[in-house]
Structures are given as structure tokens and as C-alpha cells.
């Protein structure tokens, strides 16, 4: 299927064990992002790709790791997890550049993975 | 540091009645886009902006930026319950090539018959 898809959609885990969740997208988006959107805060970034084997940290970091090998995978793990990351946690892919005239970087988004910490 | 700030945040209509969405940025930017999120699901991509002056319109929901004023409008017209859901505004951060997004809070928005 195109698109960009995540896994698991649901998850629930206990206080310190390690969880990774998967981002995939088939459309060859040059730019990945993980966000988290809780009540009240609305959605915040994570951390981001820009490619391949290059990420950057984004508005709340601590606590994730992520890597990029492949273009199209973009996992972010959780390496101890506590209570205050359960969230939705939404992937979302953009094109870097367009073809021709004014690029849009317009963000498309994941159906997202509910995770809850015990 | 970019900041959006969306109001309101809470917003209960009667159907077939106009109103306002507002979306006010901190920092010079010239993309802004505008996202529907139903509860439970993704985010769906409505309206992308891309230069002081743009209008974009798709049924009863209309989009506007005016860059100079730092502001981004979506005005619904003659609501019907279908529009229910939260409204993202969110705006490129200028510079760079970082091409990150900053979403506001959100409006919650109902519309009741």
C-alpha cells in the first residue's frame, strides 16, 4: 500500500522497558518527523530527518532515539520508558523540494500510535 | 523562537451559522497550512498557503494568509455537523533548511444542529 504507515497502532508497556516504534512511507519523502500530541499541548516535534543517516532533535528529544538507514523507515525508540510518554505519537513525511515552482513542504501524517506507559 | 497561537480554542455553533478561525504567528513566514484532525484519527491536510495574499476555499471552509499581519484565517460558512472536528494551524519556520512546522493548540470546533 502507498503511503505512510506506522506500527504498532497500539501499545502499552511498563515503566522502564525499551519500545520501538516504526514509521514507514513508500512515496521516497526526503524528510521524516516524529511528533507527540497530548491534550493541551497540541502536536510537538520530536525529532526529524532530513535523509537518510542524518537527524536532528526537535522541541522534546529527551528520553527518544532515533535513526534513519533507509529512506523510507524512520523508528523512534523509546529507551526507558516512564508514564509521562504515554501520548500519540504521529510520523509525517514531506518532500524537501518541489519539481517546479514554489515547493509547499507540505507534512503528511501517519495514522498514529497510541502508547500507554503502566 | 516561532510561536502559533490559535483562538479560540473552543468553538460550539449552530448549523448554518458563519464564523472565524484565527491563527496568529510570531516571525516572518510565508507557509502556512491548515490541518482537520477527527478524534481518534490522523491529521488531513485542508489547505496549503504559500504567499502573502493566498485564498484557498474547498466547500464551507476558507482559507486566507496575510503575512504581513502574521495572521492566517479559516472562515466557515453555513456550518453543518460534518465540520465537527480540531482545526491545526501550522507555520514553516523561516531560514534554514530545516523545513519543520509549528502547529498551534488547536480549536476544538462542534457544530450542533
Known amino acids: 500500500d502507498a503511503g505512510i504507515t506506522q506500527s504498532p497502532r497500539y501499545k502499552i508497556t511498563e515503566t522502564g522497558r525499551q519500545v520501538t516504534l516504526m514509521c514507514h512511507q513508500t512515496?521516497?519523502?526526503?524528510?521524516m518527523f516524529w511528533y507527540r500530541q497530548d491534550l493541551g499541548h497540541g502536536l510537538r516535534l520530536i525529532y526529524y530527518?532530513?535523509?537518510?543517516?542524518?537527524?536532528d532533535k526537535g522541541e522534546v528529544p529527551d528520553g527518544y532515539v532515533v535513526s534513519r538507514s533507509k529512506t523510507e523507515n524512520f523508528p523512534l525508540t523509546l529507551e526507558s520508558a516512564t508514564r509521562s510518554q504515554t501520548s500519540v505519537y504521529f510520523c509525517?513525511?514531506?518532500?524537501?523540494?518541489?519539481?517546479?515552482?514554489?515547493?509547499?513542504?507540505?507534512?503528511?501524517f501517519g495514522p498514529g500510535t497510541r502508547l500507554t506507559v503502566t | 523562537e516561532l510561536k502559533v497561537e490559535q483562538n479560540p480554542l473552543f468553538l460550539s455553533m449552530q448549523e448554518g451559522k458563519n464564523y472565524t478561525i484565527y491563527c496568529n504567528y510570531s516571525?516572518?513566514?510565508?507557509?502556512l497550512y491548515w490541518y482537520r484532525q477527527d478524534p481518534g484519527k490522523s491529521l488531513e491536510s485542508l489547505f496549503v498557503?504559500?504567499?502573502?495574499?493566498a485564498v484557498k476555499q474547498e466547500g464551507r471552509l476558507m482559507a486566507s494568509l496575510d503575512t504581513k499581519a502574521r495572521l492566517s484565517t479559516l472562515h466557515i460558512t453555513a456550518a453543518v455537523h460534518d465540520l465537527s472536528a480540531t482545526y491545526f494551524c501550522?507555520?514553516?519556520?523561516?531560514?534554514?533548511?530545516?523545513?519543520?512546522?509549528?502547529f498551534g493548540k488547536g480549536t476544538l470546533l462542534t457544530v450542533n444542529p
Open positions: 509525517a513525511s514531506s518532500v524537501a523540494g518541489g519539481t517546479s515552482g514554489s515547493p509547499s513542504y507540505e507534512q503528511y
Open positions: 530527518s532530513a535523509a537518510a543517516d542524518i537527524t
Open positions: 512515496w521516497s519523502h526526503s524528510y
Open positions: 498557503l504559500l504567499s502573502n495574499g
Open positions: 516571525t516572518t513566514s510565508d507557509r
Open positions: 501550522a507555520v514553516l519556520l523561516p531560514g534554514g533548511s530545516n523545513y519543520k512546522l509549528t
